[in-house]
Nanobody, 126 residues
Framework: QVQLVESGCDSVQSGGSLRLSCAASGYTYHRNYWCWFRQAPGKELEGVAAIDTGGSTSYPDAVKGRFTISRDNAKNTLYLQMNSLKPEDTAMYYC????????????????????WGQGTQVIVSS
């Protein structure tokens, strides 16, 4: 069993930056694929950044160049650095991990992940 706990919720102005953290505990050894998702009110869950144990990353166009996912294996912590934030980035952000291998085309899809955090709120004001 893996427990994921996000932190870093905050309210920032448009153009600002924020870093989210996701601390993992429990049996994390076989969790090789990690992802940050977000869900805005009335919208579907959206993958915004994924990373594998080897460090390969994936981003959708909406955040590419602004968001950076990273992982500190020694600390079992996942990070999401968000720069140049926009009001449309306002959402609840979740981290997720997958036990099994995830094909490259599925790394931003929610169904590929089996462990989830409780979420942390990000609000970006204009």
């Amino acid at each position: 069993q893996v427990q994921l706990v996000e932190s870093g919720c905050d309210s920032v102005q448009s153009g600002g930056s924020l870093r989210l953290s996701c601390a993992a505990s429990g049996y994390t050894y076989h969790r090789n694929y990690w992802c940050w998702f977000r869900q805005a009110p009335g919208k579907e869950l959206e993958g915004v950044a994924a990373i594998d144990t080897g460090g390969s990353t994936s981003y959708p166009d909406a955040v590419k160049g602004r968001f950076t996912i990273s992982r500190d294996n020694a600390k079992n912590t996942l990070y999401l650095q968000m720069n140049s934030l926009k009001p449309e980035d306002t959402a609840m952000y979740y981290c997720a991990a997958s036990r099994g291998a995830v094909a490259w085309w599925a790394r931003l899809l929610a169904q590929a992940y089996d462990s989830w955090g409780q979420g942390t709120q990000v609000i970006v004001s204009s």
